[in-house]
């Protein structure tokens, strides 16, 4: 079912292509500048670009993968529609009272991310449930009306956002209310709670809805210009947007719940390296990313990565987590910290260097790039270190400047504190590299993961210079660096599969929990997911089914999720839930209560078949001339000096061939920097493994 | 030592945050398995480490306030009993004496030192609030410290390795829920232990033989960081006093800051007695709070650890309620140590004045107890925040909590776990303290009793009394209520709401900042927009035609 595909990230400077032919191996690359104020031109000549190229016909392409980094933007720059909000009497200023909590103890000036929808866009509604989904008070139909008018009339609303309390127990007055305004308003975008994330919490529920309506409008828009231009050079294969999750959906999906397309980009890479621990079976795995403005670390177990349900986006104060909207979206769950190439180095008031979180960007950019950049970052000391290749960066398409680097490094650091140029930017390398180990030591430890027995796959520009020696730091072993690593995220995508996910409330005892009654409940989430995947052309006995249950000790506030065995009968599913909850609840406290058991929630994600693994490397046909291009003066400090580095050519590279430490490996958008005692190999899939020395 | 000479900025820079990351680490560890919900959601603990004098160079970056400063104290008060050089591999010494840690006994400290091969290089020390510790249970109840649970001497839990059985024993017979305290208590060793596991091998990487030449120099640059913000404030002796509600009495608290140079001096003289219910603060406690408040005008993103304490010295006379001693009882010490934040912010105002925020509204604590619907017993506690007080440039933040900070309950997760139905969470329009910068607005909170049983209500509410002053001539923010149905209730006390009863919480604002002619016309207006004024409060609270 997957043949000729191609995968499009748009990223804040380049526009990444990765097409792949699952059948044959085949795999191609290209690289072209985004197009801010239209993206989807950049895309829609790459698209041509790419398949002239290749000589490949553009209806032979069976199906485009897009990432897209619109409503990150959008909710950071304020750029959605103007959304009303419907909710419940008694409850229209949940947005201004907030969370009631202060993220930062230390700093009495904080602020929060205002709410998307003002006040006046607000209306209450006569209507109340409660937890049960019991009708407390009817829904006035003549007052939501009243109301409905009055906001797209006199406030001229684009899209609206239906929000009721416990509305997750029982869709039916935000459905009556969704059915009343498209009656009324016909080309109104209608978001409802409980179909955007139909579980309790009504803050960040509601924040969730509220941002879906927010980008409809500009999702649907974006998506219709992209068909049509797809279309009209000859498209007529299928279209898939992927979600932060993971997953891939389909263009109809996404403009149902555009709010899920939010960190899409980051996904891609993570799927690769979920993809490389399936295929050679390693349990315990980081995904480890370091792009422009922050790195990124994700955890995959046995093939899985990591999920979360709750994501914060669109930070208001200082990069602060906290100050930003808090979502409800199935997201990877990432370590993310402000250290990417472009972070600014400076000595703070304890006279220590600080790197990130605040960044140059890519305009200006790192001092290095010559744009008039004064900052000095971590590109700039990673080029004066001699990690960089001046004259090599993206593949010789972007000169850089040394001089200007250490210019700047001098005046930031080296005369504040009196100290020499390389020791100045050695500091910024490995202050950096200790910031992002300090970021996933914590993150893993929080998660129960041991990391000192797992494996890193570096991806990103910049992931390659610095995992060694961040593995070396948290004495994770072997690192495996994917060929590709800077366009990753746009290759990445071709692993993924169609999928889609629900979360749903249900508190119950698990004692009078009947079968049926969980057969119900199964059941009804399953069709729901199963749906939107049937709706995306995806055949019924493709589908797999994953459901897990938050379970809990009763009175305990904190959930563990257990996987439901599907191939057992319901009465043995039950039968089995409190040996499967014990033990996972064993692995975190390392003990089990005598206490009843209850439910909170259900997850079920409906997933499609994976494509077949293949990476970007491999070259088996490669030339067998000497991999080695020369040496660079580059400093190692386990040498205490600088030493003429070996520089080798990734492309020459063949698999069986293995390289030693110190040594750069480089190909276009990325260098692989192996450190004293590490010994790289490359292997059948053109993956460089490094074994780390101790 | 020259410690210039020989760790460098790169160096201090990298073993410093390692260090802190190990006791990151700890803590994370620590909450993830922890049982008690404070920990959980509250950052209710800390992991230390200190080097093998007993200083303190790094401390967990994420907990709360009372735990600033006070380790250290405890550390002295187990090396007095047991001397640094009588301990060997394997002990484990414990604590939980509000006296020498965070003023209750929830809190149990549980220190191990680190030896490379037979010589001591330092300690670790993991300090968490325990899901419970007997007595009276975590209120204000209490009229004596021996109704507030098991206090246990300093002891050793572990010696050479080996459990001390009869420890646990006592613990075990005390305290309600058994396996969820002792599993805190091991989970709190198994941190001090993987803590001194990790420093060792930072110091075989970094091919160290003691702490103390890092030590000198995390200790040294933080004391430098202090002073030199110290330095930029004017000097002058500062003199305040705020009236709190004690349980029916009303107390002062009395202070008067001394800065000068690079120094400061907080002394509590002229602050009245204890009374005779928990709400009592032992020393540890103000001097933790002090310390906070302090770092928050002065330094706040420096890392903790004793360095950060040298350039500050405070005093509060013996037997005050900021100085409690046994037999007063503490299990509720925030109560009242929640207004030395305020108390020191608004006294240095005048000094600092851009770094200052108004006093708060502070945070609103009603424990409810009765049955669900269904008839099983319930016991529930609500937090809701009064509004934030207004700073230089920047209007207060509405429903915000000061000084303390547990966050709300979702009602769709409040109503199911009580029976009561909320039918109105509403911001409370002109309660925010008039000012330049208005102090952020309270809240109105309704609910109704719909378990069909009477429910008891305990508040420890404050600010029913003493509003949240402004500053600088900004004006003071509405004061907090109780009602039910339409009779007003006291703020600290118990009462029945009955069946198809009706609780109104209405929430104080927060003090404004700045002289409220200066709000502009255009200001007042988005005020009145944005549900924080009524035109009538606009034309009360401002002047403002409309």
Redesign the interface.
Known sequence: MYGMRLGVDIGGTFTDFAMADANRGWTAVHKRLTTPDEPSRAVIEGVRAICSENTIAIPDLAEIVHGTTLITNALIERRGARTGMLVTK?????F???????YD????????APPLVE??CRAEVIE?L??EGNV?VELDEDDLRTSIVRLVEDEKIEALAICF??S?ANPQHESRAAEIARELYPNLFVSTSADVFPY????ERWTTTCANAYSQPMVDAYLRKLEDGLAAIGFTGNLSIIASGGGLMSPSMARRYPVRLLESGPAAGVIMAARIAEELKIDGLIAFDLGGTTAKGALVRNGEPFKKYTFEAAHAYKHKTGSGLQLQIPVIDMAEIGSGGGSIAG????????VGPRSASSSPGPACYGLGGEYATLTDANLTLGYLDAGFFLGGKMKLEPTLASEAIEGVIGQK?G?ELL??A??IH??AN??I??AF??HA????FDYRRSTMVATGGGGPIHAARIARKLKVPRVIYPAGAGVMSAFGMLLGAASFEVVR?H?QPLETLEPSKLGDLLADAADEVRKHLLTAGIAAEAIELDCRLDMRYRG???DIEVRLPMHLSLEEQLKVLPALFEEAYRE????T??QPLEITGLKAEARAPKPGFMTLGGRADATPESALKGTRKAYFPLAGRIVDCPVYDRYLLRPGETVDGPCLVEERESTCLLDFGDRGTVDTYGNLVAEIGV | MNTQRTIDAVDLSIMWNRLISITDEGAAALVRTSFSTLVREGYDLTVLIFDAAGRMIAQSAKCIPVFIGTAPTTLSHMLRKYPADTLVPGDVVISNDPMYGTGHMFDLAVMRPIFDNELLVGFSMGITHLPDIGGMGFSVSATEIYHEGLRLPICKLYKAGMLDHDVIELIELNVRVPEQVTGDIFASVSCTEVVARHVLEFMREYQLDSLTELADAILTSTDDAVRSALRAMPDGVFRNEVQVEALGEVRKLVCAINKTGDTIEVDFEGTGPCVGAGINVPFPYTRAMVLYAIKCLTSPNIPNNEGAMRAIEVKAPLGSILNAIPPSPSAGRHAIGHFIFPLITDTLAEIVPDRVAASSGLLDIVTLQGFRRDGSPMAATYFCAGGFGGAEGLDGHPTLPGSSNMGRTPIEVFEPLTGLTVLEKSLRPDSGGPGRYPGGAGQTIVMRNDTGYPMRVYAMANRTLFPADGVFEGKAGAVREHWVDGEKMSGQGAYTLAPGQHLKLLQPGGGGFGDPALRTSAQIEQDIERGFLTPEGAKSLYSHAG
Do not use: N
Not at chain 1, 588 to 591: A, L, N
């Open positions: 008694g409850f229209r200023d949940t201004d009272i907030g969370q009631e909590q202060r103890l230390y700093d009495l000036r904080i602020q929060f006040r006046r109340r409660d937890h407390l309390l416990h997750y309790a919490r009504e803050y000595v703070d008031e304890l006279g220590l260097i600080r504190l100290m020791r100045a050695w500091g490995d202050i200790e910031d180990s300090r030591r914590m430890t929080e998660r129960g409330s508190s305990q506030g904190y975190v406290f390392h003990t209560l005598e």
